[in-house]
């Protein structure tokens, strides 16, 4: 199937591969570059990485698995309001850190509502702070980006092989075996392995619920050697344990993963015939109403608090949330740019395309956010003053933040088309801007809407990597945010947060939307 | 050729701009919010000086050590104790020219390169409608009933919770480790900065949490609620400062020794207790706002030099973190 790709889709993910490994190792490099020495790993460093690991799996192989029964239901079923419901259980995915730690306090806190209830019934209390904290609190923001990987996968089975399964009188069983499972293991290796590299670098939050310092991770280390020691050398190793961990995870996916055998359907809507018995609709209505419970409770008791202080928002905020509607824009821009290139490059370019790509993105995602902001700081101190680029750099690494994500839906999306319409485009003579506009944009738009989607509210969050980079006067809306909270101004803070949710929320339907105008889902 | 030009093009750019000298000044990033004491000094300095005062807010020091003497940085402001040494070690500083006799603190200050502009007491902070008798020392404090939990800071990535890992040294020295597991109980969990700590306080999780002795000021004073108070140790209070300090290759050495001289002014000391909520540094009790004239405060400030913090830390850390990890 490998043709040699095109000479501008070449370049064009070469290019991206350049910038991506720029941003990952690149920026590792300079700050070894800068280091004065390393003292190697100590007993604390063995601990935090052994914690980080273990929670890490943990979080992503309960993610994931609690992710397939829920995208199944979520696939199979229709009933009014399944899009909205769709779309808001993504959105813990955009929620800042801080605020859904709050959430997930006021809900499974000591006095949260579910130790309420249980009082009320008479149940013992139940623990949030510790091990189990953690990985409640990272399947809360994964949960969605899982069952949005695996959603993706069930419709991407055409309507016609339901409807033929169905008329070979396939049963349940059958129908998981031939369809579904095929499916789910091309699609649940790439999901896991997302979330696992996600879990590696989270520091705040499992700091939070984990209950005191068994919950160090490797992130944390990272900021102490940072902030209190100045060891940059220490902290780049430490960044390339994370690296090391990454490559032995991805290695392991990559071997488990069964490549997806392409199928044409002509985008009919799907009817399963296996899902009328009553039990199964009584199943996948207890899960999806577990999930949403799950995934909307928390968000909406710390939103609700800001509804009555966004009409008193300061203008401030306002400039703010302005500011981080323009850095999102051109992020997202930028986020296609780069996932569509490189989709399209690994879907004509052949295994090292492939690889190079896959490499990267992973890379991308294991990133301590710390030493990538250090980095590009030393990078660009060299020939000019980063302060002025603050409000770019962090548009470029949102991007680059966004490309794994998009690539799991862009490319198997993009290499259809060409194991599909390809030797039919061929033959027709289609090919340069005619090709992509008639062929590849039409067949990728949904995942390009989701891919816009996902950048544009992840661009709205971020603000970890650019605290060295001052942004002088201009703020982004999550800093305005957390500088009211260190002003004690907590309420005008849970305004903020609904404004930057809301944001986060409406740019990713819009998107989303946009690329499925016509489709039933 | 062409970069000679460019080069040329930038410098008559940058001529035109310096009419008016610019003072940039390092700060972290609670300086940027207007509702922090940021604006009000800029613009209670720009009055003075004729100048532009520019602040470039995010991590001070890590983002100074980056620089080293390439910095633009012509003053510094925010510093805590806990980074002095590493930040003097840098050899990057000047001395502060200012009187330390004219400053109003709980210890003999004697350092001539960092100027503290503010401190409080390191405190826990409690809800008066929760807890009817708080404790009054470390020990009544590992000894309360089962339901007083509280929430820290990490000592590892908050300055609060530093000071507070140097304090129970301070007290304990070598019962530290003992007395550690001896809160233990009390614990619920351990955050990475104050803002999380803090939001679950005043969110109802727990009731009482780890901050500082004039943050009940800020309830008092915005908002008119009484019932957020410090817990009053009769061990003694980690004092927590925070620092300015001239750089030493600044280009505007006169604009920085003035904007030194303006800390110590009455001007920018009555400006920090309701922007920073805490107290200034040089400034008579009978001058402070009504709601920090009625503040309590501990019978003696606890503090320990940068060399001592120094030594102890590592250990300190070591202990704390073997006896919370059980």
Same mark, same amino acid.
């Given at each position: 199937?490998?043709?040699?790709?095109?000479?501008?889709?070449?370049?064009?993910?070469?290019?991206?591969?350049?910038?991506?490994?720029?941003?990952?190792?690149?920026?590792l490099?300079?700050?070894?570059?800068? &280091?004065?020495?390393?003292?190697g790993?100590?007993?604390?460093?063995?601990?935090?990485?052994?914690f980080?690991?273990?929670?890490?799996?943990?979080?992503? &192989?309960?993610?994931v698995?609690?992710?397939?029964?829920?995208a199944?239901a979520?696939?199979?079923?229709?009933?009014?309001?399944?899009g909205?419901?769709?779309?808001?259980?993504?959105?813990?995915?955009?929620?800042?850190?801080?605020?859904?730690?709050?959430?997930?306090?006021?809900?499974?806190?000591?006095?949260?509502?579910?130790?309420?209830?249980?009082?009320?019934?008479?149940?013992?209390q139940?623990?949030?702070?510790?091990?189990?904290?953690?990985?409640l609190?990272?399947?809360?923001?994964?949960?969605?980006?899982?069952?949005?990987?695996?959603?993706?996968?069930?419709?991407a089975?055409?309507?016609?092989?339901?409807?033929?399964?169905?008329?070979?009188?396939?049963d349940?069983?059958?129908?998981?075996?031939?369809?579904?499972?095929?499916?789910?293991? &091309?699609?649940v290796?790439?999901?896991?392995?997302a979330i696992?590299?996600?879990?590696?670098?989270?520091?705040?939050?499992?700091?939070?619920?984990?209950?005191?310092?068994?919950?160090?991770?490797?992130?944390?280390?990272?900021?102490?050697?940072?902030?209190?020691?100045?060891?940059?050398?220490?902290?780049?190793? @430490?960044?390339?344990?994370?690296?090391?961990?990454?490559?032995?995870?991805?290695?392991? &996916?990559?071997?488990v993963? +069964?490549?997806?055998?392409? @199928?044409?359907?002509?985008?009919?809507?799907?009817?399963?015939?296996?899902q009328?018995?009553?039990?199964s609709?009584?199943?996948?209505?207890?899960?999806?109403?577990?999930?949403?419970?799950?995934?909307?409770?928390?968000?909406?008791?710390?939103?609700a608090?800001?509804?009555?202080m @966004?009409?008193?928002?300061?203008?401030?905020?306002?400039?703010?949330?302005?500011?981080?509607?323009?850095v999102?824009m051109?992020?997202?821009?930028?986020?296609?740019?780069?996932?569509?290139?490189?989709?399209?490059w690994?879907a004509r370019?052949?295994?090292?395309?492939?690889?190079?790509?896959?490499?990267?993105g992973?890379?991308?995602?294991?990133?301590?956010?710390?030493?990538?902001?250090?980095?590009?700081f030393?990078?660009?101190?060299?020939?000019?003053?980063?302060?002025?680029?603050?409000?770019?750099?962090?548009?470029?690494?949102?991007?680059?933040?966004?490309?794994?994500?998009?690539?799991?839906?862009?490319?198997?999306?993009?290499?259809?088309?060409e194991? +599909?319409?390809?030797?039919?485009?061929?033959?027709?003579?289609?090919?340069?801007?005619?090709?992509?506009?008639?062929?590849?944009?039409?067949r990728?738009?949904?995942?390009?809407?989701?891919?816009?989607?996902?950048?544009?509210?992840?661009?709205?969050?971020?603000?970890?990597?650019?605290?060295?980079?001052?942004?002088?006067?201009?703020?982004?809306?999550?800093?305005a @945010?957390?500088?009211?909270?260190?002003?004690?101004?907590?309420?005008?803070?849970?305004?903020?947060?609904?404004?930057?949710?809301?944001?986060?929320?409406?740019?990713?339907w819009?998107?989303?939307?946009?690329?499925r105008?016509?489709?039933?889902? | 050729?062409?970069?000679?030009?460019?080069?040329?093009?930038?410098?008559?750019?940058?001529?035109?701009?310096? %009419?008016t000298?610019v003072?940039?000044?390092?700060?972290?990033?609670?300086?940027?919010?207007?509702?922090?004491?940021?604006p009000s000094?800029?613009?209670?300095?720009?009055?003075?000086?004729?100048?532009?005062?520019?602040?470039?807010?995010?991590?001070?020091?890590?983002?100074?050590?980056l620089?080293?003497?390439?910095?633009e940085?012509?003053?510094?402001?925010?510093?805590?104790?806990?980074?002095?040494?590493?930040?003097?070690?840098?050899?990057?500083?000047?001395p502060?020219?200012?009187d330390?006799?004219?400053?109003?603190?709980?210890v003999?200050? %004697?350092?001539?390169?960092?100027?503290? *502009?503010?401190?409080?007491?390191?405190?826990?902070?409690?809800?008066?409608?929760?807890?009817?008798?708080?404790?009054?020392s470390?020990?009544?404090?590992a000894?309360?009933?089962?339901?007083?939990?509280?929430?820290?800071?990490?000592p590892?990535?908050?300055?609060?919770?530093?000071?507070?890992?140097l304090?129970v040294?301070?007290?304990?020295?070598? %019962?530290?480790?003992a007395?550690?597991?001896?809160?233990?109980?009390?614990?619920?969990?351990?955050?990475?900065?104050?803002?999380?700590?803090?939001?679950? *306080?005043?969110?109802?999780?727990?009731?009482?949490?780890?901050?500082?002795?004039?943050?009940?000021?800020?309830?008092?004073?915005?908002?008119?609620?009484?019932?957020?108070?410090?817990?009053?140790?009769?061990?003694?209070?980690?004092?927590?400062?925070?620092?300015?300090?001239?750089?030493?290759?600044?280009?505007?050495?006169?604009?920085?020794?003035?904007?030194?001289?303006?800390?110590?002014?009455?001007?920018?000391?009555?400006?920090?207790?309701?922007?920073n909520?805490?107290?200034?540094s040089?400034?008579?009790?009978?001058?402070?706002?009504?709601? *920090?004239?009625?503040?309590?405060?501990?019978?003696?400030?606890? *503090?320990?030099?940068?060399?001592?913090?120094?030594?102890?830390?590592?250990?300190?850390? %070591?202990?704390?973190?073997?006896?919370?990890?059980?």
């Amino acid at each position: 199937m490998a043709r040699s790709a095109g000479p501008i889709t070449g370049l064009a993910g070469a290019a991206s591969v350049a910038l991506l490994a720029l941003l990952t190792l690149g920026t590792l490099g300079a700050v070894a570059w800068r &280091a004065e020495g390393v003292s190697g790993l100590g007993p604390a460093d063995w601990y935090a990485i052994r914690f980080t690991v273990l929670q890490a799996l943990a979080s992503a &192989a309960i993610s994931v698995v609690c992710a397939i029964p829920l995208a199944r239901a979520l696939a199979r079923r229709r009933f009014p309001g399944r899009g909205l419901l769709i779309a808001l259980l993504g959105a813990p995915f955009i929620l800042p850190v801080i605020v859904a730690v709050l959430g997930l306090v006021a809900v499974f806190g000591r006095q949260g509502i579910v130790n309420d209830l249980g009082a009320v019934l008479g149940l013992p209390q139940i623990v949030l702070y510790g091990p189990q904290g953690v990985i409640l609190a990272h399947v809360f923001f994964n949960l969605p980006l899982a069952t949005r990987f695996l959603l993706q996968g069930w419709l991407a089975i055409p309507a016609e092989q339901f409807r033929l399964a169905a008329s070979l009188g396939f049963d349940g069983a059958s129908m998981r075996r031939h369809l579904e499972w095929p499916m789910l293991r &091309a699609t649940v290796p790439g999901a896991f392995l997302a979330i696992f590299l996600i879990c590696l670098t989270s520091f705040a939050v499992a700091l939070a619920v984990g209950g005191g310092p068994r919950a160090t991770t490797i992130e944390l280390r990272i900021y102490e050697l940072f902030r209190f020691d100045f060891a940059l050398g220490d902290a780049a190793l @430490m960044a390339c344990v994370q690296f090391a961990i990454c490559t032995g995870v991805a290695l392991v &996916a990559l071997v488990v993963t +069964v490549p997806k055998v392409s @199928m044409a359907g002509l985008d009919g809507i799907v009817a399963r015939w296996d899902q009328r018995g009553r039990v199964s609709v009584t199943l996948d209505a207890a899960v999806i109403v577990a999930a949403a419970l799950f995934l909307l409770v928390p968000m909406g008791v710390v939103l609700a608090r800001g509804v009555p202080m @966004m009409a008193a928002l300061p203008a401030s905020v306002w400039w703010a949330a302005v500011t981080s509607l323009g850095v999102a824009m051109v992020s997202t821009a930028l986020a296609l740019t780069l996932a569509l290139s490189l989709a399209l490059w690994t879907a004509r370019g052949g295994r090292v395309a492939v690889g190079l790509t896959e490499a990267m993105g992973a890379l991308v995602l294991t990133a301590s956010p710390l030493v990538m902001g250090t980095g590009l700081f030393i990078l660009l101190f060299g020939w000019t003053n980063p302060t002025a680029l603050a409000l770019p750099v962090t548009a470029v690494i949102n991007a680059a933040v966004t490309v794994p994500f998009a690539l799991r839906v862009l490319a198997p999306a993009a290499r259809e088309v060409e194991d +599909v319409y390809g030797r039919l485009s061929a033959s027709l003579g289609l090919s340069g801007w005619a090709r992509m506009r008639l062929l590849v944009l039409p067949r990728l738009r949904r995942p390009l809407g989701f891919t816009a989607g996902l950048a544009a509210a992840l661009s709205m969050g971020d603000l970890g990597v650019i605290a060295l980079f001052s942004t002088g006067d201009t703020e982004t809306l999550p800093l305005a @945010m957390y500088r009211l909270m260190t002003a004690y101004r907590t309420d005008m803070a849970a305004g903020a947060a609904l404004l930057l949710v809301l944001l986060s929320f409406g740019l990713f339907w819009l998107f989303d939307r946009g690329g499925r105008v016509d489709a039933d889902a | 050729m062409k970069n000679t030009l460019i080069a040329g093009l930038l410098l008559s750019a940058t001529a035109v701009a310096a %009419e008016t000298p610019v003072l940039t000044v390092y700060a972290p990033d609670y300086f940027g919010s207007e509702w922090g004491p940021g604006p009000s000094i800029e613009a209670g300095f720009e009055e003075r000086c004729g100048c532009d005062l520019q602040f470039a807010t995010g991590d001070v020091l890590p983002r100074l050590l980056l620089e080293g003497s390439r910095t633009e940085a012509d003053v510094i402001i925010g510093l805590n104790t806990d980074v002095t040494k590493k930040a003097r070690e840098s050899g990057l500083f000047a001395p502060h020219g200012q009187d330390n006799g004219a400053l109003t603190l709980p210890v003999a200050w %004697e350092d001539d390169t960092f100027l503290p *502009f503010n401190w409080s007491y390191v405190s826990f902070v409690y809800d008066t409608t929760k807890i009817d008798t708080p404790p009054a020392s470390f020990a009544e404090l590992a000894a309360a009933p089962d339901d007083l939990k509280i929430v820290i800071q990490d000592p590892r990535s908050s300055i609060s919770g530093l000071a507070l890992l140097l304090w129970v040294k301070a007290v304990y020295g070598d %019962e530290a480790s003992a007395y550690w597991e001896s809160l233990a109980p009390r614990i619920v969990t351990v955050t990475r900065g104050w803002s999380e700590a803090y939001g679950m *306080f005043t969110d109802g999780e727990v009731p009482m949490v780890l901050s500082f002795s004039t943050s009940p000021a800020y309830h008092i004073i915005a908002e008119e609620d009484t019932t957020k108070q410090a817990a009053i140790f009769d061990d003694g209070h980690y004092a927590f400062f925070e620092l300015a300090a001239k750089i030493e290759g600044t280009d505007v050495p006169e604009l920085a020794d003035q904007f030194l001289d303006y800390v110590m002014t009455k001007d920018f000391q009555s400006m920090i207790p309701t922007t920073n909520w805490s107290y200034p540094s040089a400034l008579a009790d009978e001058e402070l706002p009504e709601g *920090f004239q009625s503040l309590p405060r501990p019978a003696s400030a606890i *503090f320990y030099t940068e060399d001592e913090a120094a030594a102890v830390r590592d250990a300190a850390l %070591e202990e704390w973190r073997a006896a919370l990890a059980q």
